[in-house]
């Protein structure tokens, strides 16, 4: 159907909606015009439009959909490699082969019932949460930021659920990212806002990793990135289909926090509670979920990676469920319920029971989206104290200990990897006060170099090399010019002087000038 096609075509603006209202919001504070309370209004309209614009294009290509058939997958452009043809691989019927040693990146996008219906559902929370921010942040002193680094977020995650192909969802994925550093971080005054900032985004770039060596070993073994490309992956071998799907399964775990990369999650709360909503209760905590479900057709291959994922989801159900029998705060509470919803998916992924896993996430996700919009006030409803462990726990004293203390694994993950990154930072900016500082300079930092001439200030090595230029011009020039009233170096400038002023007189002369005009002539022709 036309309308159908055009419609999908323009899928594109559903992540660039929300990049461009970001831009225009930005651009407003950095010119001064995004100050006060008259301001907030205009920042809110802009997001909640492009959230809304967005969700309304999902749902024509949605109902469209309905009737004539999802569009499957679109390529609407080239973004880089060689182009169309990979190699001497085997011929898959989609107009490209696929072998070793070259590849290609492109804007595609796909369209069928996951990424519809998970789309959809995006856009919707955060078009809801994005109604819901405009007053819930009055009049906060980042308010503008607030939605620019919501409107990000918005983009990105719609480029990892509409994305046809594995690179522009990284993009989407490193753009989520970006964004959910800046959220946690968003009272950036308090050194524990900034902290769990950190440890959010350090633990996160493990699962990073995980994703950029799949994408890698795609390129390698497939010949390019896309999903469709990755769902025939039968023609390479197990062990090479195993490591792919390993890589994306290190992802997956990250980013929605199973173990052993649980500990994230909690100190990601720091953020507004829109934020938290949005991210750690609805959608991006459900984005290795969707990844998993994505692979569904590498993951059928290797039935031992399976059996590693219901293990991994049973193990953090287990400890999820620990710890939240133990909390006395709305937000932990619902956060390690989150995790254990979360990794009932993973379960469900790992017995090959996607469709299940999908339902279950779109349930959760409705479900969770109004828990923590309504947490602040949950106390002024409830009007009752939390209930307190059940009696089988606190009787155990070792099991209530590793409940309360989270299994220890905040301290684990600051040690293995918050702490090197903190003490390489220090040790960089070590480098950069005892090293570069002092080779390179500073402005305002500089030292007097001769005690005669104080205000010649030199500060690094550039300075001083400078400094040494000057003083051996200002020697040639004492030595040639200025010692005994000009020396021989002036006697010689006011010779060479009078000779071309006498040149000069005989130019201005009319039978020299035609001269000089007829010579020019005789060269020229």
């Excluded at 390993?246 to 052993?260: H, R, Y």
């Excluded at 702490?419 to 402005?443: K, M, N």
């Excluded at 003083?471 to 009233?485: A, C, N, P, T, V």
Aim: a positive charge.
């Amino acid at each position: 159907m036309p309308l159908l096609d055009h419609l999908a075509r323009a899928v594109w603006l559903v992540p660039a909606l929300p990049l461009l209202a970001v831009v225009v919001t930005a651009a407003r504070v950095l010119l001064g015009r995004a100050m006060g309370d008259a301001a907030e209004p205009l920042t809110a309209r802009l997001a909640s439009l492009a959230a809304f614009g967005g969700l309304a294009l999902l749902l024509a290509i949605d109902a469209l959909s309905l009737v004539h058939g999802a569009p499957g997958h679109l390529r609407l452009g080239h973004w880089f490699g060689n182009g169309h043809w990979f190699g001497n691989g085997h011929w898959f019927g989609n107009g490209n082969w696929f072998g070793n040693g070259n590849w290609e990146a492109t804007f595609s996008f796909m369209l069928d019932t996951l990424s519809l219906s998970l789309g959809t559902l995006t856009a919707l929370i955060g078009w809801l949460v994005t109604r819901f921010s405009a007053n819930y942040l009055h009049r906060e002193a980042g308010f503008h930021r607030f939605f620019i680094a919501l409107g990000f977020f918005l983009a990105g995650i719609q480029f990892v659920l509409l994305a046809g192909n594995g690179l522009l969802a990284f993009v989407g994925w490193e753009m989520c990212g970006i964004s959910s550093f800046l959220l946690i971080g968003y009272a950036w005054q308090r050194p524990v806002a900034t902290g769990n900032a950190l440890f959010a985004f350090v633990t996160n770039r493990a699962g990073d990793a995980g994703f950029l060596l799949a994408l890698g070993l795609a390129a390698a073994w497939l010949g390019g990135f896309e999903w469709t490309a990755l769902s025939r992956a039968r023609e390479i071998s197990v062990v090479n289909d195993r490591l792919l799907v390993i890589g994306f399964v290190i992802a997956a775990l990250a980013k929605s926090a199973q173990l052993p990369f649980s500990a994230w999650i909690t100190r990601a709360l720091e953020g507004p509670t829109p934020s938290s909503a949005i991210f750690y209760g609805a959608v991006m905590v459900h984005a290795g979920v969707y990844l998993l479900l994505r692979l569904e057709p590498l993951l059928v291959q290797v039935p031992d990676v399976m059996l590693g994922l219901v293990i991994a989801g049973t193990l953090t159900a287990i400890y999820a469920w620990l710890c939240g029998l133990v909390q006395t705060d709305v937000k932990s509470a619902l956060i390690f319920a989150v995790v254990f919803q979360v990794a009932l998916m993973f379960v469900a992924i790992g017995l090959g029971w996607t469709t299940l896993a999908l339902v279950h996430l779109c349930l959760h996700a409705g479900w969770r989206i109004w828990q923590f919009l309504l947490a602040p006030s949950w106390l002024a409803i409830t009007r009752e104290r939390p209930p307190p462990p059940p009696a089988w726990l606190r009787n155990n004293q070792l099991l209530y200990t590793i409940a309360v203390q989270r299994f220890w694994l905040d301290k684990l993950a600051h040690t293995l990897l918050v702490e090197p990154t903190q003490a390489f930072s220090r040790d960089v900016r070590g480098l950069e006060e005892h090293f570069i500082d002092h080779a390179i300079g500073q402005p305002g930092r500089g030292k007097v170099l001769h005690h005669d001439r104080p205000l010649v200030l030199v500060d690094g090595l550039p300075g001083r090399l400078l400094a040494k230029v000057s003083d051996s011009l200002q020697h040639i020039e004492y030595r040639l010019l200025l010692r005994g009233k000009g020396g021989a170096a002036e006697r010689l400038l006011h010779r060479a002087g009078a000779y071309l002023r006498t040149v000069e007189g005989l130019l201005e002369q009319p039978r020299y000038l035609m001269m000089a005009v007829m010579a020019t002539f005789v060269v020229i022709l």
